[in-house]
């Protein structure tokens, strides 16, 4: 199974279009966070349904250096996953998700009916647990919302997109469920699986 995309090119710059975050006069701000186009090919047979994740596991672990003026987050800190996209029950005729169709813009709280292939099912992102503390923008964040690595990192984050070729038609995740979830639902019935990644970041000393 391929994956491709005519939004990004595999091991390049994710453009500023599909980021949540963007370079500003003041540092940083929210962008555009349209979900970029996704293509694939070459199923195997048997396949009853996809499941896509998209996942940086650049994060750091010391949330208290996120942002901290003079403070730079050092590229050896210790780092774990940060999941902005969970998607499953995906048809299996589906070969394709268009640029912004599920995607366009940042929805305080998070959006609650993200759109995306008829039939499938969308779960909570990791915003849902960053932002849990700010009254202003703290809900269940469904679906895709993209890249806002912290200005002052010195590492250069990472988007693996995974889409995973499934033997089962619905998989058994709760309604609100995380990339924890899928990863469980999915064990024993992956078929294949394509991937590919972007790189992003804010720190203009952080080069590509």
């Known amino acids: 199974m391929r994956l491709s995309s005519d939004s990004f090119q595999n091991r390049q710059r994710l453009p500023e279009e599909f980021a949540a975050g963007v370079r500003t006069e003041d540092g940083a701000g929210f962008g555009p966070n349209r979900n970029p186009h996704l293509r694939w090919d070459d199923v195997p047979a048997g396949t009853k349904s996809f499941a896509l994740l998209v996942i940086d596991p650049d994060v750091p672990t010391v949330p208290e250096m996120v942002g901290k ?62 932002f849990a503390g700010e009254a202003s923008m703290r809900g269940d964040w469904y679906g895709y919302d993209g890249p806002f690595p912290p200005p002052n990192d010195l590492r250069l984050h990472r988007y693996f997109f995974r889409l995973f070729a499934l033997d089962v038609e619905r998989l058994d995740v709760p309604d609100r469920f995380t990339s924890d979830d899928v990863f469980r639902a999915m064990h024993g019935h992956v078929l294949a699986e394509a991937a590919i990644h972007a790189t992003y970041s804010l720190n203009p000393a952080v080069k590509d």
Request: aromatic share 6%.
């Open 69 to 130: 003026p003079g403070v730079e987050i050092p590229v050896d800190q210790p780092r774990c996953d940060f999941t902005h996209w969970a998607m499953v029950d995906i048809p299996a005729d589906v070969r394709e998700i268009a640029a912004g169709s599920a995607s366009d813009g940042v929805v305080p709280h998070g959006k609650q009916q993200p759109a995306g292939p008829a039939g499938s099912r969308q779960g909570l992102n990791a915003y849902t647990g960053w």
